[in-house]
């Protein structure tokens, strides 16, 4: 079996990331290195800290990271985009230009022997009022139509400051640490759902920027991916099993 890759969180053009050029090229490095070998790439959300696509237009920018994107599948590697929190509103330019496979809810497939649960994993468990109520208005339709009337000068603007205002306050906070299995939403969230589905092998998800690797039972295992801002963190299922691994260039050979 090929091996097949796991990754979320890059928020790449966070106007909060000094380094994002860097950050976006080690990305596309890393994309580079697995093109060869990879059976299929999942992006479990938030790749782009903000991505709004009107009718004729898209963000600027990014050219590298979608040349990428669009090789690997060329190839005749599946990539399979999951929307998060940060890119909800991506809708045909991933399918069309890049040859990307859009997932806009979590989704079970089999992979190998083995049942997986993906998805970003905002709104999952999360008790949270105000992000429920920001969740629902970005996914509500109405909404996006009146944003699509913005013009895109001034739409995106709004969006990239929004996006940057959420990122440096979540940089005055204290780093996201792992709350516990009685506390942890994503946990919370993956157990409940174990009871109606016994039959998944693995839980993957993103957004919450901590690295976990977590038995909830003797079949079953979840895992969050970490990041690729500060963690540069991956997962990978082939012959050996699931794995998280971080990807140090010059020392890690994916």
């Given at each position: 079996m090929k091996?097949?890759y796991?990754?979320?969180?890059a928020?790449?053009?966070?106007?909060?990331?000094k380094h994002?050029?860097?950050?976006e090229?080690?990305?596309v490095r890393?994309?580079?290195?697995i093109k060869?070998?990879a059976g299929?790439?999942?992006?479990l959300g938030?790749?782009?800290d903000f991505?709004?696509?009107?009718?004729?237009?898209?963000?600027?920018?990014?050219?590298?990271?979608?040349?990428?994107?669009s090789?690997l599948?060329d190839?005749?590697?599946?990539v399979?985009y999951f929307t998060g929190?940060h890119?909800?509103w991506?809708?045909e330019?991933?399918?069309?230009?890049?040859?990307?496979?859009?997932?806009?809810?979590p989704?079970t497939?089999?992979l190998?022997?083995?049942?997986?649960?993906l998805?970003?994993g905002?709104g999952?468990?999360d008790?949270n009022?105000?992000?429920?109520f920001l969740?629902?208005?970005?996914?509500?339709r109405?909404a996006q139509v009146?944003?699509?009337a913005?013009?895109?000068r001034w739409?995106?603007?709004?969006?990239?400051?929004w996006?940057?205002?959420?990122?440096?306050?979540h940089?005055?906070?204290?780093d996201?640490t792992?709350l516990?299995e009685?506390?942890?939403p994503l946990?919370?969230?993956?157990k409940?759902?174990?009871k109606?589905?016994?039959?998944?092998?693995?839980?993957i998800?993103?957004?919450r920027?901590i690295e976990?690797?977590?038995a909830?039972?003797?079949?079953t295992?979840?895992?969050?991916l970490?990041?690729?801002?500060?963690?540069?963190?991956?997962?990978?299922?082939d012959?050996?099993g699931?794995?998280?691994?971080n990807?140090?260039?010059g020392e890690?050979?994916?």
């Amino acid at each position: 079996m090929k091996p097949i890759y796991f990754l979320s969180d890059a928020h790449l053009g966070s106007r909060a990331i000094k380094h994002g050029r860097t950050q976006e090229r080690r990305l596309v490095r890393f994309l580079d290195s697995i093109k060869e070998k990879a059976g299929a790439v999942y992006l479990l959300g938030d790749i782009f800290d903000f991505w709004y696509e009107y009718k004729l237009a898209v963000p600027k920018g990014y050219t590298r990271i979608l040349g990428k994107l669009s090789e690997l599948t060329d190839l005749g590697v599946e990539v399979h985009y999951f929307t998060g929190n940060h890119d909800i509103w991506a809708y045909e330019y991933f399918e069309r230009e890049c040859g990307c496979i859009i997932h806009h809810r979590p989704a079970t497939v089999e992979l190998g022997d083995k049942v997986f649960y993906l998805a970003h994993g905002d709104g999952l468990g999360d008790p949270n009022r105000t992000f429920k109520f920001l969740r629902w208005l970005f996914h509500n339709r109405t909404a996006q139509v009146v944003f699509s009337a913005i013009h895109p000068r001034w739409g995106l603007e709004l969006g990239l400051e929004w996006a940057k205002h959420s990122r440096l306050k979540h940089n005055k906070e204290e780093d996201p640490t792992y709350l516990g299995e009685d506390r942890e939403p994503l946990v919370l969230f993956a157990k409940d759902y174990l009871k109606s589905h016994p039959n998944v092998n693995f839980f993957i998800f993103g957004h919450r920027h901590i690295e976990l690797d977590l038995a909830l039972s003797h079949d079953t295992r979840m895992l969050i991916l970490g990041d690729w801002i500060t963690h540069f963190t991956y997962a990978i299922f082939d012959d050996q099993g699931l794995r998280i691994d971080n990807y140090l260039e010059g020392e890690t050979e994916p």
